[in-house]
């Protein structure tokens, strides 16, 4: 069985991937289809290189292995402290690994420094803690990351088929709304709100445990200076961007023709934008949730409660003009009231004649007005359009700078 699985791990091995295994006195068969081999002894390191190479690396050290004698028994049998004989055993393995230590220093230094992990100079080399330089943890980090994602088929399906239920589910409630009609001016708010408000729960809750789960593992991998905080970070929110910048694409494909929004395809890609940026706005928010909680029971209590008062605040609820002076300030932290501006007056501005009837109306006299004056109605600023994108953009760098100052308080805690 050891054997079989360890031919496995060779196939996979030949198609490029590394493996690493830990084994136990392995046959003489299991042993010699080891490339590379690690010995350890009273947590030392005794002996790191190929097995063609250790018969060898041993017998200049003054323990040849016997003939027809199983190297694997034989090395651990030369680094076990034996009962009765503490002593010569400590001495033996302390001997060993010295030697060993001593001839990683002498490789070390005949090493070109070009050849090394780190492409400065010389006083770099000594003076920073970590293995790689930046530009290789980074490559490193960011292709496991990438590969965590691809890797997690069902969060994948789950997350696309949040996106496609949603894109439905707005789009029959609102279905082909009368836009040009005074009754559909306040089902256009709603299914625009709606929007904002789907995008942004949904992809807060896609990323709040993201830290929390990995805290323990990141903390781990930078104590011991295998990469550092901000390239953590760049790396797990690059790796997650495209799919938070194809949902709502996904979405919003399904939701604006259904419900019958303006049939521009410039004003339909423009309202992606819009999205888009919400989507990444959200995302940096639930960072910050992340970052900040210790837990992931934590950030899914705190979540909600820190995202209501900014859908509040949003315009859609209350005017923002009449919003107590006092709390008035915490609209200009709600990406909510930048987009739904925006995606508003990307559907009035322009627009035709409204028509209602009397009914509607609330008086006898028929009532004709166009979209102009419902951007007015709705106390919105068309002028106020590339301020509110440029917001939107702001609130993407401040949150995540937010979030990663926590991650980076975190990451200087002694272990």
Known sequence: MAESLITTLQQLAGQGRTIICTIHQPSSEVYAMFDSILLLAEGRTAYLGTTADANQYFSNLGFPCPVNFNPADYFVHTL????????????RVQDICDAFAASESEETERKPLGQDFFKD????????????????????????SWLTNSRDKAIFRIRLFESIFLGLLSGIVFFQTEVNRQAGIINVSGAIFFFLTSVSFNNIGSVV?????????????HHNGMYRTDVYFLCKTFAEAPLFI??????????YWMIGLRDEFLRFVYAYGIMALVSMV?????????TLSPTSPFASAIS????????????????????????SWVQYISWYDYAFEALLVNQWEGYGNITCSMKENGTNAPCNFDGDDVIEFLQLNKNHVLTDIY???????????????FLLRKAYKKP
């Open 80 to 91: 076990a402290i034996v009962p009765g004989d503490e002593q010569n055993c400590h001495k």
């Open 121 to 144: 100079d010389e006083n770099t080399l000594h003076r920073s803690p970590y293995k790689a330089s930046w530009c290789r943890q980074f490559r490193s980090v960011f292709w496991r």
């Open 209 to 221: 445990f993201t830290f929390p789960d990995e805290l323990t593992v990141f903390l781990r991998e």
């Open 246 to 255: 194809f949902n709502p694409l996904l979405f919003i494909a399904i939701a």
């Open 282 to 290: 959200a995302v940096s928010y639930g960072y910050i949730v992340s």
């Open 304 to 327: 909600a409660s820190l995202m209501m008062p900014l859908v509040l605040v949003g315009g859609f609820y209350i005017g923002n003009k009449t919003l107590p002076s006092w709390l």
């Open 391 to 405: 917001a939107l953009l702001a609130l993407i760098v401040i949150f995540r700078f937010i979030s990663f100052l």
